[in-house]
């Protein structure tokens, strides 16, 4: 299993930006995917982006325009960027990982062996 570490999460208001990044214990180049997910309270978590390799992006409806997914393989990080955050968006934010692709499977919670303990993101209105 990848250890996974995120940060960067806060609180912000209404229209703020925050970057979140998930430190990997290895090479996020030999990791097939790579997703941030989120969970509100009493909610089920839910996938908001993610990678598989470099290229093959993927976003929730709710994440297109305001979201970007991107990572660092020198430095094994991964990272979204969160722009026009809405109070909707408050939440605790998940990096996952697998060896494997995702595919059309990346919104699963389970097609991740490997999670973090998450960052809390708290937008006000």
């Known amino acids: 299993q990848v250890q996974l570490v995120e940060s960067g999460g806060g609180s912000v208001q209404a229209g703020g930006s925050l970057r979140l990044s998930c430190a990997a214990s290895?090479?996020?180049?030999?990791?097939?995917?790579m997703a941030w997910f989120r969970q509100g309270p009493g909610e089920e978590r839910e996938a908001v982006a993610s990678m598989d390799g470099d290229t093959e992006l993927r976003y929730a409806s709710f994440a297109k325009g305001r979201f970007t997914i991107s990572k660092d393989n020198v430095k094994k990080i991964l990272y979204l960027e969160m722009n026009s955050l809405k109070p909707e968006d408050t939440a605790m934010y998940y990096c996952?990982?697998?060896?494997?692709?995702?595919?059309?499977?990346?919104?699963?919670?389970?097609?991740?062996?490997?999670w973090g303990q998450g960052t809390q993101v708290t937008v006000s209105s």
């Open positions: 290895e090479s996020t180049f030999g990791l097939g995917c």
């Open positions: 996952a990982a697998d060896h494997a692709f995702c595919g059309s499977q990346w919104r699963l919670v389970t097609s991740y062996t490997s």
